[in-house]
């Protein structure tokens, strides 16, 4: 089943895009600002994204750059800014296609079957597994082997590390990772990470205080080495 994410803060439209797009065989997740949009995405990959742009806590733009960061689905922006610069400002942000509000049905409908093919046929999708010297992270399953052994992580966890090995050899901000798993509002708890970031080390890595895979930059962020 193909995963909608649809980010839209009204909810008259809410409603009625789920609607149209259950009835369509998709299967729908819903936020209503851009904090709890990107924590769903991270959590759930969706398959394609619509996006409103103006919303309570972020700006659409942002909420683009953020996903950009580490997924590839399809994003169609769905919006009332309809300037040629706001479009252009979105493109080039990373978004796919561009909707103005309002909309009609059938040709948002239309646009979101042809961004889905396009992606399916660049053969553009998730890496499925991530495999290192010392474990194995199965994204579909959301799993993660050392040797014989399932290891368990927590939700946030899991988040955490999904979020690193979506730029392999990068080095990802504090502040990023702060806004991907926690929100927007956390960007300056940095302490959460270290406590994280340890619990991952000693979960995954053979030598925890010397890690190979889940790398510091001090002050900085992590980077994630296979
Ligand atoms: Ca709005």
């Known amino acids: 089943m193909t995963r909608v994410l649809v980010v839209e803060d009204n909810p008259q439209i809410i409603r009625a895009l789920a609607l149209n797009l259950k009835a369509r065989k998709y299967e729908v997740d819903t936020a209503l600002d851009g904090a709890t949009a990107l924590r769903l995405a991270a959590a759930a990959p969706p398959d394609v994204v619509l996006l409103d742009l103006g919303l309570p806590d972020m700006d659409g733009i942002d909420v683009i750059r953020a996903l950009r960061g580490w997924a590839r689905a399809p994003i169609l922006v769905v919006s009332a800014r309809h300037t040629s610069m706001e479009k252009v400002q979105a493109l080039d942000a990373g978004a796919d296609d561009y909707v103005t509000k309002p909309f ?70 504090q502040k990023q990772l702060l806004q991907e798993v926690w929100g927007p509002s956390y960007e300056t708890h940095t302490n959460y990470l270290r406590v994280y970031m340890a619990q991952l080390r000693r979960k995954l890595e053979t030598d925890p205080t010397h890690p190979r895979h889940l790398i510091t930059e001090p002050g900085m962020g992590y980077r994630f080495e296979k």
């Open 104 to 173: 009609s049905m059938d040709e948002l409908m239309a646009r979101l079957r042809a961004a889905v093919r396009r992606t399916e046929e660049a053969g553009v999708g998730e890496p499925v597994t991530v495999a290192t010297d010392d474990f194995t992270i199965d994204l579909l399953a959301k799993k993660v082997h050392r040797g014989d052994t399932d290891i368990r992580l927590t939700p946030t966890e899991w988040q955490l590390l999904e979020v690193l090995i979506r730029h392999p050899g990068r080095l990802v901000s």
